[in-house]
């Protein structure tokens, strides 16, 4: 399929279902709101529990609104199962748990989300787990880092500070090659741009709470791939760990989905313009974000995403101090954590070591949905009032 038939083909997914006669041919599925399911004889109550992945009995184990979501996130990531949990970090640690064991390695990416990094290297500790941190830019660095007892390499790509990528097809080659699972957090691209289990990729995790909501008024994630390994999380760190879904978090992000395509088409847009713009101000060092063509990775880019989103960041020799005092000035940009909702977002951190010699802040916007005119004229009517300043 090529990019454009694919994306229109998103358009058709989320928009369409057959009719489904178990709910009176509601054009919506309903809010299941019950914690169990009843039985009218113990022999049919007994059949039920027996098989409860394909049965609802209890809805800490599977509820009809939230199947009907991760089937419909299933169909969008082109994966064979998907679970919904209460949060993305609900969705990775349970994917992660579902893939070692005591005496087991995990390599990960050095710019994996920190809470993640913190359970990978810190957390597991304590069941006997070790890790290894890598830049994930070159697959020799994974390799490289590679035991005989690595069970897990775990990748974030773009990663959500710097952008980052990790070539997918090949880090899954050679974790196929040696026996060893691979998960990736889809959550920056969403499958409207990536999906990385055709790459061969085992498992993919989302905070559904960034692109894939929306709205930013819920917190949820999801854990897709194939019925095989999905089976085995769904018994276990889904039903055993608890952290599920509700029917109406459920039932909201359905809404939410009609419209996934439809945004993240404009949140590509938009941040592409905010980050042209942006080149060769004067506040500005470095412009990261894989979709510009000044990208060090943007051929890699191009082959495993059909797209980009609207979080990026730039790297800046003014203060951290400086650039908080410009932030304070923006009207349309919000100071807060978090991405993927209809506002546009700003955090300022002092630049790190990997950020690129000389920089001393790391700005991080998220494009929302308003004007990227209104957004980029914001960006210069608040330097225009602090250039002067001595920070
Ligand atoms: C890249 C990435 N992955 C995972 C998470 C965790 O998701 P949640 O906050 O839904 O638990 C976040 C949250 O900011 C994130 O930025």
Redesign the pocket.
């Known amino acids: 399929m090529n990019e454009r038939n694919d994306r229109e083909w998103h358009y058709t997914s989320v928009a369409h279902d057959a009719v489904d006669e178990r709910h009176h041919g509601s054009i919506n599925v309903p809010t299941y709101q019950t914690s169990l399911f009843a039985f009218e004889t113990y022999d049919k109550f007994t059949q039920a529990a027996q098989d409860a992945q394909t049965h609802h009995v209890y809805s800490r184990g599977s509820n009809p609104t939230v199947l009907y979501l991760e089937e419909k996130l299933a169909e969008l990531e082109h994966a064979e199962m998907a679970k919904c949990f209460a949060?993305?970090?609900?969705?990775?640690t349970a994917a992660i748990l579902s893939a070692v064991k005591t005496g087991d390695h995990i390599v990960c990416v050095n710019q994996?989300?920190g809470?993640?990094r913190m359970f990978v290297t810190q957390y597991v500790k304590r069941f006997g787990i070790d890790s290894t941190l890598v830049d994930g830019r070159s697959v020799d660095n994974i390799r490289a880092a590679l035991r005989p007892e690595t069970k897990l390499i775990y990748l974030?790509s773009p990663?959500?500070m710097l952008f980052q990528l990790q070539d997918l097809r090949a880090c899954a080659e050679l974790a196929r090659s040696r026996g060893i699972a691979t998960i990736v957090?889809n959550?920056?691209a969403t499958p409207v741009f990536q999906r990385p289990l055709e790459l061969g990729i085992d498992l993919v995790?989302?905070?559904?709470?960034?692109y894939i909501s929306g709205q930013s008024d819920s917190?949820?994630?999801v854990v897709m791939g194939a019925k095989r390994l999905m089976s085995r999380i769904a018994e276990d760190e889904y039903m055993l760990f608890g952290g599920i879904m509700t029917a109406a978090t459920a039932a909201q992000l359905t809404r939410c989905l009609r419209t996934l395509p439809l945004r993240m088409e404009r949140h590509e847009r938009s941040a592409l313009t905010v980050a042209t713009h942006l080149l060769g101000r004067p506040y500005v060092q470095q412009v990261n974000h894989p979709g510009l063509p000044s990208h060090p990775q943007r051929e890699l880019a191009a082959r495993q995403m059909g797209g980009s989103s609207g979080l990026f960041s730039f790297e800046s020799a003014e203060s951290p101090e400086k650039m908080r005092e410009w932030a304070n000035r923006l009207r349309f940009f919000k100071i807060g954590?978090?991405?993927g909702g209809f506002e546009s977002l700003v955090t300022v951190n002092p630049a790190g070591d990997l950020c690129s010699p000389g920089a001393r802040s790391l700005i991080r916007l998220h494009i929302g949905l308003e004007s990227a005119d209104d957004l980029i004229r914001d960006l210069e009517q608040a330097w225009a009032d602090v250039q002067d300043l001595q920070l």
């Not at 949060?87 to 990775?92: D, E, L, P, V």
């Open positions: 949060s993305g970090m609900a969705a990775i994996a989300y809470p993640t974030e990663t959500s957090d959550s920056w995790v989302h905070s559904v709470t960034k917190v949820a994630g954590v978090s991405w």
